[in-house]
Structures are given as C-alpha cells and as structure tokens.
C-alpha cells in the first residue's frame, strides 16, 4: 500500500490514489473481503474444513484476480481466515510483489499473550492496516485489563478492527460497549451486521440504530449478501435468493442508519460462493444503489474503503476511555 499513515498530507495520498485507481473505469469497484489459503500445504490449514466439499481446495490470488477483472475491481484487500499467527505473515508474502493487492487485515486474537510483539512484526508491512479479532478462541469481548491494553494499542497506531457480530457471537451490546470504550478506534462489523432471514428483526434494528448514533467510529461491511440466508454451519452450500427484495429490508435499515459514507462493499469470496455467484452479489448490491446515485455508489463500492482501510492515528490528545 503506497499511502504513508502517518505523513501530514495523507488525505492528499488518498485522493491521488482515488484519481489514480478510476482512471477509465467508469464503475471502480475495492473488494474489501476475500481470503485466501493452501490446503495443499504441509501441515494443511486449520480452516476451512475438509468436510466442506466447495471450500475446501486451494484459494489463491491468480484465481481473484481473473474474477475481478470481469467486474471493475481495481483493488483488493485480503482478511485472514486463520486463527494461525503465523499465516499471517504467508498471506503478506503470498502477495508482496502485487500491487493490486493493497491492504491486508490481519487475524490476531485480542488479549492473547504476545497480541503487541506480533502487532510489530506485521506493522513493518505497510499494507497491513488492522486487524480481524474476536472470532477464534477466546473470541468473547470482555474489555478486561489485557484486552483494553491490546485495543488501546491499536488504537494508538491507527488501525482498524474488523469484527462478526451474528447470534452469540459478539452480541450487539458487547460490541457497543467496545466502541464507547474506545471512541478512537474504527471499528467496522462484517456481513451485514449479522442480518439474518427475510424480514430484519426488531432487536437487530434496534441495535443496528444504536451503533449508528452511539458509535460515530463504526462501520458496517456492505457484504456476504447470501448470509442473510445461510442454513446449517456455513460450510455446506445453501439456497439464497437473487432478487433485490429479498435483501431490501435489511439494506434499507444499514442505510438509514449508517448512511453512504459508514457502509463498505466487500464480497467474503469464496465463502460467499456457498450461497450463490460473484456476479450476482455485485449485480445485487448496484441494483440497490443505482437510485441512489452515482456519489453513494462510488462511496459505498470504492471510496469508503480506502479510506477506512489505512493507518491513520487519532489526532494528538484523542486518548481512549478504559486505555
């Protein structure tokens, strides 16, 4: 990733690199959600499972990348799967020499020992932008005194926190409670904010309007569209809709909530593959936009995410509450 965090003029980077990626693409799009692995390598991978017929194969960036062209992705971001430290650093070299691949979101567990020496290493790595977490064991958010210090530090360095919030996973008010703690730190939520079934719930959207107005620094991921519709563990495939009205409800609620410039497209390939086709997805979310305009379409499928995704540390004398 070329932009430099910490420079003055960052915001000038970043919109040189906006002018730089659309040049003559009339739809840019920045996937901010794939992940890639090697089941074919020694010792095999902890995730996926081999039970899961359609993921469980090699995933690797040649195969994105001829996806993406199809589609007017002009930039990627990779989230790390693994609850393995070490995959990391393979996923940074896997991709070092391709610059299309501009930020890495890495999968480093909040409050476990070592958490800030392997937050030193991958920040050497300028395409490393933040973190995934809460999601292997432990995954539960506590805000106790090793997590506060862990999110603190993040915090403190500019980077992002990605985060699931579906069911008993990282409920609605333990995620609220993160981002009033810390008010610094941009944390965004993947897949919808766990939107589930046909018709938004009214605790969903209750809590979905809370984050909203209570937690200014919070994202939602504009993502994975299928889940809405996900059957059984996730691993098996499962039918999902592809017509607009079957998401409409709940995209209504993230945009009347978090408005344009707080939702991030990104499309969770290949998991998304267990609910239905690329294109569709992509189909699915411009059909929802279009009326909206082409400033909401650029922000939600292009902008937002470089933005979002880079290192920008708060403004001298922002601290953090619970620091």
């Given at each position: 990733?070329?932009?430099?965090?910490?420079?003055?003029?960052?915001?000038?980077?970043?919109?040189?690199?906006?002018?730089?990626?659309?040049?003559?693409?009339?739809?840019?799009?920045?996937e901010?959600?794939?992940?890639?692995?090697?089941?074919?390598?020694?010792?095999?991978?902890?995730?996926?499972?081999?039970?899961?017929?359609?993921?469980?194969?090699?995933?690797?960036?040649?195969?994105?990348?001829?996806?993406?062209?199809?589609?007017?992705?002009?930039?990627?971001?990779?989230?790390?799967?693994?609850?393995?430290?070490?995959?990391?650093?393979?996923?940074?070299?896997?991709?070092?020499?391709?610059?299309?691949?501009?930020f890495?979101?890495?999968?480093?567990?909040?409050?476990?020992?070592?958490?800030?020496?392997?937050?030193?290493?991958?920040?050497?790595?300028?395409?490393?932008?933040?973190?995934?977490?809460?999601?292997?064991?432990?995954?539960?958010?506590?805000?106790?005194a090793?997590?506060?210090?862990d999110?603190?530090?993040?915090?403190?360095?500019?980077?992002?926190?990605?985060?699931?919030?579906?069911g008993?996973?990282?409920?609605?008010?333990?995620?609220?409670?993160?981002?009033?703690?810390?008010?610094?730190?941009?944390?965004?939520?993947?897949?919808?904010?766990?939107?589930?079934?046909p018709?938004?719930?009214?605790?969903?959207?209750?809590?979905?309007?809370?984050?909203?107005?209570?937690?200014?620094?919070?994202?939602?991921?504009?993502?994975?569209?299928?889940?809405?519709?996900?059957?059984?563990?996730?691993?098996?495939?499962?039918?999902?809709?592809?017509?607009?009205?079957?998401?409409?409800?709940?995209?209504?609620?993230?945009?009347?909530?978090?408005?344009?410039?707080?939702l991030?497209?990104?499309?969770?390939?290949?998991?998304?593959?267990?609910?239905?086709?690329?294109?569709?997805?992509?189909?699915?979310?411009?059909?929802?936009?279009?009326?909206?305009?082409?400033?909401?379409?650029?922000?939600?499928?292009?902008?937002?995410?470089?933005?979002?995704?880079?290192?920008?540390?708060?403004?001298?004398?922002?601290?953090?509450?619970?620091?």
């Amino acid at each position: 990733m070329t932009t430099k965090p910490t420079a003055p003029d960052a915001d000038d980077d970043l919109e040189a690199l906006i002018g730089q990626l659309r040049r003559g693409v009339p739809q840019p799009i920045v996937e901010t959600h794939i992940h890639f692995y090697q089941v074919t390598r020694p010792g095999g991978v902890p995730w996926p499972p081999a039970a899961s017929t359609t993921l469980y194969r090699d995933v690797l960036p040649a195969e994105y990348q001829q996806l993406a062209r199809l589609h007017g992705i002009v930039a990627a971001g990779i989230v790390e799967a693994s609850p393995l430290a070490e995959d990391n650093a393979w996923i940074l070299d896997l991709v070092r020499r391709d610059a299309f691949f501009r930020f890495f979101v890495g999968q480093l567990e909040v409050g476990s020992p070592g958490f800030i020496a392997q937050l030193d290493r991958l920040a050497a790595d300028p395409r490393f932008v933040g973190i995934r977490s809460f999601l292997w064991g432990p995954a539960a958010i506590t805000l106790d005194a090793a997590q506060r210090r862990d999110l603190a530090e993040l915090s403190r360095r500019g980077m992002t926190l990605d985060l699931i919030s579906r069911g008993t996973t990282n409920p609605k008010p333990t995620v609220e409670a993160l981002c009033k703690a810390f008010p610094q730190l941009r944390v965004i939520v993947d897949h919808l904010g766990g939107a589930q079934g046909p018709t938004p719930t009214p605790e969903w959207e209750l809590s979905i309007r809370r984050w909203a107005e209570l937690c200014p620094q919070l994202s939602v991921k504009f993502s994975s569209f299928y889940d809405v519709y996900q059957t059984g563990d996730g691993n098996a495939p499962w039918p999902a809709p592809l017509e607009l009205a079957a998401y409409r409800p709940h995209f209504d609620v993230l945009m009347s909530a978090f408005g344009s410039d707080r939702l991030i497209w990104g499309s969770n390939w290949p998991v998304s593959s267990l609910g239905g086709g690329f294109a569709e997805q992509i189909r699915l979310a411009h059909d929802y936009l279009a009326p909206l305009g082409e400033e909401v379409r650029d922000k939600v499928m292009f902008r937002n995410a470089l933005s979002f995704y880079r290192r920008v540390p708060p403004r001298h004398g922002a601290g953090t509450r619970g620091a």
